[in-house]
């Protein structure tokens, strides 16, 4: 049986598609008066916004350990996730922080965390839950989620990295599964086989990966991001790649819709009760196929299709990491 994918990825993210993404749909623009503009031009002025190239919240100038969370982030690749996408427009309402002054209008649910070291050149990374007040900071999670029988580790993974030229990457992936927070409350996980971060660039002052692009958007649509013009509210500075197995995904259990994330990936469910799940042949093999193998970690061939290549291209500003990372 064949989902909708726009209406079933709404259903299963949960994030609530708002002003972040459909900027146009509501609110003044900045500097107007009933709706007539004073000022065109979208500037991050206001104090809260950090006076900073990327809205950073705290300055990491000198700090020899320091924070950043991911302020955007778009998928390429599944294209069933794409930036244009009803997944890709709910996970960039979940990444925007709501801080309409800045003109960013999400919901702060999605938080992904960069952790740096530079006494011990090491990079960590990982999830973190939404924060009440941003500026409060974030803390990473370290616990264990079952879901469908299965215990999910969600903790963040630490990888070396001299940052002292202004770079950062992983030379090697890891596993890290990263807890998806909704708006309801509820929790989508996305197990990563071999995440790796690759690429990232560092502000001199390490308050951003990437830029803000608030400028170059445009006052009429209340200075918000435009997917289908390729506007976005940031200039990414980093790459992110892995794979999710077709297995790993079957086993993530979407509660709210009774279903697991595997068909939001294939598009079409088996049709069971009470959890839908991936279709699978008369020797139990999940029938249609990905574009990945797992166990080459290539490109899949015709006879190893067991898994979706993910690739995502973010921005990263400043942010307080409260207690570190906490690996030992």
Known sequence: MRFSKGLFALAVLGFGVGSAVFAGCGGDEKGTTSGTSTDPKCELLDPSCGGSACIALVDNAGAKQFGLRMSQILISDP???AAVTPVGLTVASGVALPMEQCFLKGTGTFSWLLYFDTEKNTVCTGGAKPAANPADGYSFVNETVSQ????FVIKPVEFASDVSAGTFESAEGQDLVMPVYTAGGAIVLLPLRKARIVGGKLSADHNC????NIAALEPFNDCG????EGLFSFVNGGKIEGYITLEDADDVIVEALGASLCPLILGEHDGGMPIKKCLRDDTGKISLPGDWCSTTNAP????????VRLVAEFAASAVKVNGGCPLP
């Open 300 to 307: 899949a061939t015709e006879t190893c299709f067991d898994a």
């Open 148 to 151: 469908g029988g299965t215990d």
């Open 209 to 212: 990966v990437g830029s803000s």
């Open 225 to 228: 991001p435009n997917p289908e």
């Open 79 to 81: 294209a069933a996730l």
